[in-house]
């Protein structure tokens, strides 16, 4: 297979895993090109990308950034702080002032859920779902499920854990469609108040122990409390979420086997992780970030390849 089943990247649910397999081999591409001392490529020569950022976000806005210049596109940049939505411009307004500057693709980061479907909807543009509120945020599951891959050789058959807030996390959700289509056993692992009522319909194991979960598991995946995401009081303090749920080396080293830790980060150390955990061998936090490059070009590539044919 060489082209992916749909036009825009919105969302895990939609991929299959011929899609997500494709991203990876693409990826293992430019992961080469981008350890040589010359790391751009003309692969996207003729093509205008806007990062179109309605939240913060460090990673994946550095990420796609750098992405998008190692395959030579011309890029721009919008954020909401410092543009006219603060005057009361719509989304689509917004965007369509943007496309009209004759824009190919757009890498939207939105609070809503759905946001980037809205989009794909109502403009004439390839969309890139760079995380819709608490719903998906596709780019990370593929650079997370890449990085187990790179670390235990295969995806299939391992066990993953995704530790923390599950209710508010679109990682999370993510990971899930993404693991599961890649053929791992997953489970969620938190307080109730912060696992979704009904997630065990979407085939994952629930748990409640820090210490089951990592007897159990190949892989954890420590997920930040989203405070800015939380209305009300789900756990009595961070201090006593930390002691039920935070990592720290004496968790992993009562464990007879190495699991593998990654976080999406942004970390919150000594609430998730001990700052010990997060900069230890076990960790693999920095080359999910190192992937992310690679992973984000090869869905730009993959993605422009779609409008050419
Ligand atoms: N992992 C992630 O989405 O981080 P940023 O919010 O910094 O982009």
């Given at each position: 297979m060489t082209r992916l089943s749909s036009n825009h990247l919105l969302g895990l649910k939609e991929l299959t895993s011929e899609d997500i397999n494709l991203i990876f081999e693409t990826a293992d591409n430019f992961k080469s090109i981008l350890n040589r001392q010359i790391k751009k490529v003309p692969s996207l020569r003729d093509i205008t990308i806007a990062n179109v950022f309605f939240e913060n976000s460090t990673r994946t806005k550095i990420s796609f950034e750098l992405a998008e210049k190692r395959l030579s596109a011309d890029v721009v940049n919008f954020s909401s702080s410092s543009s006219s939505v603060s005057k009361g411009e719509t989304l689509i307004d917004t965007v369509n002032n943007i496309l009209s500057m004759k824009v190919d693709m757009v890498v939207m980061r939105h609070p809503a859920p759905g946001a980037a479907l809205f989009l794909s909807k109502h403009v004439d543009a390839q969309i890139i779902n760079a995380g819709d509120g608490t719903h998906e945020h596709p780019t990370q599951a593929l650079l997370d499920a890449y990085s187990i891959r790179e670390e235990l050789g295969n995806i299939q058959g391992k066990k993953v854990v995704i530790v923390g807030d599950i209710l508010h996390s679109r990682v999370a959700l993510s990971n899930i469609y993404c693991l599961q289509k890649m053929g791992a056993e997953v489970a969620v692992c938190g307080?109730?108040?912060?696992?979704?009522?009904?997630?065990?319909?979407?085939?994952?194991?629930?748990?409640?122990?820090?210490?089951?979960?990592?007897?159990?598991c190949d892989v954890a995946n420590m997920l930040r409390i989203q405070m800015e995401r939380q209305q009300t009081k789900y756990f009595p303090s961070l201090r006593e979420y930390s002691m039920q749920y935070g990592l720290t080396m004496d968790h992993l080293n009562t464990l007879d086997k190495e699991v593998t830790i990654m976080h999406p980060g942004p970390i919150n150390r000594g609430v998730e992780v001990s700052s010990e955990v997060a900069d230890s061998d076990q960790s693999i936090i920095l080359n999910q970030v190192e992937n992310g490059v690679a992973i984000r070009m090869a869905v730009l590539y993959l993605l422009a390849a779609q409008k050419e044919s």
């Open positions: 307080p109730p108040t912060l696992i979704p009522k009904h997630i065990d319909a979407l085939g994952v194991r629930v748990m409640h122990n820090l210490n089951e979960a990592l007897a159990w």
